[in-house]
């Protein structure tokens, strides 16, 4: 018998052609494999029927253990035998719309770690080592097929050594793209900080060093350049955070094992599983009572993002220091995407650091690490990059149209819809200027290659002024598409639905900022959504409140405290004067804040849950200004942790509203009675209890059994825990994002959702 197979799913970079050809083998059979342009593997078996149908059902079930089978499609071929024997062929360009898909960069696997501390192997202590089984994919992969001379390591001819076991079926590295030794693979040095060459007889070893010693590297990754620092010296801690814009931001940290995290943070055993898993993403953890890095890693929170060494190299840099941790955050200019280049690096990092650990390998995309954390058990993702982009999320439906998303302004991602396939581009950061427009714009071509897509719906935010929006636009007219733009907490309840395969949910969506229908500014809504239409009702929403000096009021929580206070009735005189020094202008400013409200100008309107977080934080003195996105917020949910409901205030409903100014008198008016954790506390209670009400109320009317919590508010634990009780206390199903991170990380797949399955 004849077959020709093609594969989809994840098939490419995962070992899957060395396997097939063992299997092959092993059942007596004949013919090739090779990989597809499309992602896809093709194979084609002569031999016995009954051999065929025993590689059949060990095709799936024995797949190596990256890959990722999504369709098996096989056809029956007529003619005569043409093959002795089985072989890897060189790969086709043949494409179509097949869904598959190159796998995440993959954190060095146990086997590998194993040679890398074996004297006797050849790649002892080499940094770079890798198998089919790990190694850089994404971040190396230029364009498919995945064969080397489309990788960066195109750059480096294989050794004698090497190209023997890429050319060893029984090898682990039998058709392995990124084997590399010490004599042929990518080298690592050290420079100085404007360049110059550091002598030294183990580069990585020496970083580590320097590190332990006080110095501060740019580390050359995977998918880009990592800012590192001791994390117990003050001196080099202080020097990072004197640039402007890292006064207060935390910094993550690489942990040096597993043990060294625990001995200074809580590890629960899903955190254990998502540290150590292949995808190694940055996991908050809580700080433990045995605390003892420098407090300046990560002010004045609970937890910090520790990760573990996911390369050789990481490794290395703690062999010969005592450090438990090294600081190890993202290298980004201000307002910039990660830095990938060295010479980039040179230029823009020289007056950060002390010193590069450079290494040859050009990295083809970059890619930041990713961030999550654990709620009562569940992951929830805060950054969805590394180890996990481009894998497309599957969703239980198909989509009508295949969508391209260009997601919103902040913490931003790309999205390619493909029937039951969304593809999320890696973290894009804050689309605000040239370089991350242009990181956004390479991002997504980069996708259409890797997915073969071509898109017939374009969709954005509803904002006129965004730079995606601009974009979305430009696009769409290009290809003659429709675009559609879809509103930001739609978009969010859309991406949540769509997790959860819901057709109809209410929604309550928390955040920031997002434009409404009304052009108003919307951050604390209830929604209801249904995944046939392109339109959802706006149930309720947070009272509007008033942002003294617009904008401005957002990075200073002060002025969002003063017109909520003001419009409860408080006279806010007094306790502003006091606290003028609090606000960048001090007197001056606070006196002019005076006058705007006595006039009632120069202020607009929000619902947005973000600044009634923001003005509860700077009436209890917990921060002051918003140095980074959602600080005050951040470090509310900190000092709230240990707090207990003492406020007892029933939420406020009218018709579609929760009131919130009388929280906020309710807490300035306590200050004395109650500790800032209680206060702290009890505000977080009654906006998710009354937030709950709201949605309960609705979807009881409605008829609708599941409510949804989404927006970059839905991180927050305590929100989260309180909403969850309330809305299952009701006799309602309480849902949250999995995969999909819950702020504007998942904004795009969200647009893709709407985009995709609503009837227009
Ligand atoms: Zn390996
Ligand atoms: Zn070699
Ligand atoms: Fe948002």
């Known amino acids: 018998m004849r077959v020709k197979i093609n594969v989809t799913g994840i098939v490419q970079g995962v070992g899957f052609r060395p396997f097939v050809y063992r299997l092959a083998l092993k059942n007596y059979l004949a013919g090739y494999v090779r990989n597809r342009g499309d992602a896809g593997a093709e194979v084609l078996l002569e031999g016995d029927t009954l051999n065929i149908k025993n590689f059949m059902s060990d095709l799936t079930e024995k797949k190596p253990p990256l890959a990722q089978i999504d369709s098996v499609k096989s056809v029956k071929l007529s003619g005569k035998k043409q093959y002795d024997k089985f072989m890897i062929i060189k790969s086709s360009k043949e ?11 993959i954190a060095i696997c146990n086997e590998c770690l194993a040679e890398l501390r074996d004297p006797e192997n050849p790649r002892y202590e080499y940094f770079f080592i890798t198998c089919t089984n790990c190694g850089p994919r994404f971040t190396i992969i230029e364009q498919l097929p995945y064969d080397r001379e489309n990788t960066t390591m195109r750059d480096f001819p294989l050794c004698g050594f090497c190209q023997k076991e890429y050319n060893n079926p029984a090898n682990r590295r039998f058709h392995a793209q990124t084997v590399a030794c010490p004599p042929c693979g990518p080298k690592a040095y050290l420079t100085t900080k404007t360049g110059e060459a550091v002598s030294a007889k183990d580069p990585v070893r020496e970083a580590g060093k320097l590190l332990s010693e006080g110095s501060i590297l740019a580390i050359k990754g995977y998918g880009g350049f990592h800012i590192a620092s001791s994390v117990m010296l003050e001196t080099p801690l202080e020097r990072l955070r004197s640039t402007k814009h890292r006064r ?26 998502l540290l150590s898993s292949p995808a190694r993403p940055i996991v908050l953890l809580n ?56 010479e980039a690096a040179l230029e823009t990092l020289g007056g950060t650091v ?12 970059r890619c930041d690490d990713s961030v999550m954390r654990v ?13 996990y982009a481009p894998a497309p999320i ?5 989509s009508k149209r295949c969508v391209v998303s260009l997601g919103g302004e902040l913490n931003n991602t790309a999205c390619v819809l493909l029937d039951d396939k969304a593809f999320i581009s890696q973290h894009i950061g804050d689309v605000e200027n040239v370089e991350t427009r242009a990181f956004l714009q390479e991002a997504t071509k980069h996708l259409y290659h890797l997915t073969n897509c071509h898109s017939n719906v374009v969709a954005c935010d509803l904002h006129p002024k965004f730079t995606t929006t601009a974009l979305a636009k430009e696009m769409a007219q290009a290809d003659g598409s429709p675009l559609i733009q879809v509103q930001h907490h739609h978009a969010h309840a859309a991406a949540l639905m769509a997790e959860h395969n819901l057709q109809e949910a209410v929604t309550v969506v928390c955040d920031g900022y997002g434009y409404g229908t009304d052009g108003g500014a919307w951050g604390g809504e209830v929604l209801f959504c249904s995944l046939e239409s392109p339109d959802f009702m706006r149930l309720g929403h947070l009272e509007p409140q008033p942002l003294l000096g617009g904008d401005f009021a957002s990075r200073y929580p002060m002025r969002v405290a003063v017109g909520m206070l003001d419009k409860a009735g408080v006279v806010v005189e007094p306790w502003l004067m006091q606290n003028s020094s609090n606000l960048p202008f001090g007197e001056t400013e606070a006196k002019l804040l005076l006058d705007q409200l006595e006039k009632g100008v120069g202020t607009i309107e929000t619902t947005s849950c973000g600044r009634v977080l923001d003005a509860v934080s700077a009436v209890l003195d917990v921060c002051f200004e918003r140095s980074y996105e959602g600080e005050p917020a951040m470090k509310l949910e900190s000092a709230a942790l240990t707090g207990k409901e003492v406020l007892h205030e029933n939420p406020i ?23 800032v954790a209680d206060l702290a506390y009890s505000a977080h209670s009654y906006l998710a209890k009354g937030l709950a009400a709201l949605a309960t109320e609705n979807a009881t009317e409605l008829g609708i059994k599941q409510v949804g919590f989404s927006g970059g508010a839905a ?36 647009q893709s959702v709407v985009g995709g399955f609503s009837k227009f």
Do not use: W
């Open 95 to 105: 494409v179509e719309q097949s869904g598959s898909i190159i796998p995440p960069d």
């Open 248 to 273: 207060e931001k935390p910094f993550a940290i690489m942990a040096k094992s597993l043990e060294a995290a625990k001995s200074f943070a809580q590890v629960g055993s899903k955190e254990h599983e």
């Open 287 to 342: 700080k433990s009572q045995s605390y003892n890095l420098s407090p300046l890693v990560a002010p004045h929170l609970h937890n910090l993002g520790v990760m573990l060494p996911y390369t050789g190299l990481h490794y290395m840099l703690f062999d010969q220091v005592e450090d438990p941790a090294f600081v190890m955050t993202s290298a980004n200019p201000p307002n910039q995407p990660i830095v990938k280049d060295n």
């Open 354 to 365: 002390d010193y590069f650990l450079f290494h040859n390998r050009k990295i083809a995309h």
């Open 375 to 387: 709620h009562e058990n569940r992951q929830v993702f805060l950054r969805r990059s590394r180890g």
């Open 394 to 398: 599957r969703l239980k439906a198909k």
């Open 653 to 675: 409903l009218h018709d579609d509203m929760l009131h919130t100014s009388n929280l906020l008198r309710a807490i300035f008016e306590n200050k004395q009675k109650f500790s």
């Open 715 to 750: 991180c927050n634990q305590i929100l989260t825990k309180v909403m969850r009780e309330a809305v299952e206390a009701a006799g309602l199903q309480f849902l949250v994002h999995e995969n999909v991170p819950a702020g504007d990380g998942g904004l795009s797949f969200g």
